[in-house]
């Protein structure tokens, strides 16, 4: 069992930085590939990036391709999501997720966190 708990979020301007953590309980976190995934009002939940277990590997969506960028701490049991040049397109809440293999499908996540909300005023 993984549970996860993210922050980091909060109101800001087009243009500006956030960085999200997600930590995450337990001693297995290093065996989970570790995703952010966000969703806005009326719309499905979309993926943005994940890292794979090692940190070797990351992969990130168009959309945020180039702005944003993934990281683990795998001592620390957290991964990050550092945003920049952010949009109001980016505004959603945003949720990171814990799965066994490499995926943009929410589906292949186990263990998910609540969420944290980012909103970006144009």
């Known amino acids: 069992q993984v549970q996860l708990v993210e922050s980091g979020g909060g109101l800001v301007q087009a243009g500006d930085s956030l960085r999200l953590s997600c930590a995450a309980s337990?001693?297995?976190?290093?065996?989970?590939?570790m995703g952010w995934f966000r969703q806005a009002p009326g719309k499905q939940r979309e993926f943005v990036t994940f890292?794979?277990?090692?940190?070797?590997?990351?992969y990130y969506s168009d959309s945020v391709k180039g702005r944003f960028t993934i990281s683990r701490d795998n001592a620390k049991n957290t991964v990050y999501l550092q945003m920049n040049s952010l949009k109001p397109e980016d505004t959603a809440l945003y949720y990171c997720?814990?799965?066994?293999?490499?995926?943009?499908?929410?589906?292949?996540?186990?263990?998910w966190g609540q969420g944290t909300q980012v909103t970006v005023s144009s």
């Open positions: 890292i794979s277990r090692a940190g070797a590997s990351t």
């Open positions: 337990g001693r297995t976190f290093s065996t989970y590939a």
């Open positions: 997720a814990a799965g066994r293999t490499n995926s943009f499908a929410p589906s292949n996540y186990d263990y």
